[in-house]
């Protein structure tokens, strides 16, 4: 069982490009989280989905930030118009129901130049 | 506003020591207390604590809450290099949806 995987691992944007991260979650998972963790901060949640449902987005910035959990194929972070300080590293988890502990990914580490 | 928070923020010991490591809480509806080991990359779950004063055991590890005091330790035995890393506690929110997170300690093992 494979665990979550994120790709990809290094993105570089250079300021106004998209940027895409991808997280398929572990096998039998249906519950999809995204954090991000900025230089010296803790880790922050930004937005919990599942299969085809956004529960709660409160943590991630109204504008140029979406997410989403299609029914096939998987999550999908997107930064529209990067800029500086978008560079963090973003980390998705899974679990199987909103009750147990969530399993994390590798992480996307996004770098804005 | 929820709020977790961790102590000592860096360690530094030798091989052998044995280090405990704090986490203290505030949240409006406490449902259990987690604690991650990252390293380079991905944190990695430890434990999940949810019952007050029952110690959780892994190896060299193991973890207790205490909800009076609204805390919890970890501790390590016989410390290896291989322990270094950032160790994070998290509560989840109150909507139980969100993980909470410390700043976490950073810890190094010497040779």
């Known amino acids: 069982n494979a665990g979550v995987m994120q790709n990809p691992r290094h993105l570089v944007r250079r300021r106004g490009q998209e940027a895409r991260l991808r997280c398929s979650p572990m096998?039998?998972?249906?519950?999809v989280y995204w954090y991000r963790q900025l230089p010296e901060e803790g880790l922050k949640f930004m937005v919990y989905?599942?299969?085809?449902?956004?529960?709660?987005e409160s943590g991630m910035p109204k504008e140029r930030f979406s997410a989403e959990f299609p029914k096939e194929g998987p999550s999908i972070l997107r930064i529209q118009q990067v800029v500086r300080g978008d560079s963090a590293a973003y980390f998705c988890?899974?679990?199987?129901?909103?009750?147990?502990?969530?399993?994390f990914g590798q992480g996307t580490r996004l770098t804005v130049v | 506003e929820d709020k977790v928070v961790q102590s000592p923020l860096s360690l530094v010991v030798h091989e052998g020591d044995t280090v405990t490591l704090n986490c203290s809480y505030e949240?409006?509806?406490?449902?259990?207390l987690l604690w991650y080991k990252q390293e380079k990359k991905a944190p990695t779950f430890l434990f999940m604590l949810?019952?007050?004063?029952i110690e959780k055991k892994s190896g060299r590890l193991s973890s207790i809450l205490d909800k009076k005091e609204l805390s919890s330790i970890l501790n390590i035995t016989a410390t290896q290099t291989g322990d270094s890393a950032i160790y994070l506690c998290?509560?989840?929110?109150?909507?139980?949806?969100?993980?909470?997170f410390g700043k976490g300690t950073s810890l190094l093992v010497t040779p």
């Open positions: 988890a899974s679990s199987p129901n909103s009750q147990s502990e969530a399993f």
């Open positions: 949240v409006t509806n406490f449902r259990s």
């Open positions: 989905l599942q299969k085809e449902n956004i529960i709660d």
């Open positions: 998290a509560v989840p929110s109150n909507s139980g949806y969100a993980l909470n």
């Open positions: 949810t019952s007050s004063g």
């Open positions: 096998k039998g998972h249906s519950h």
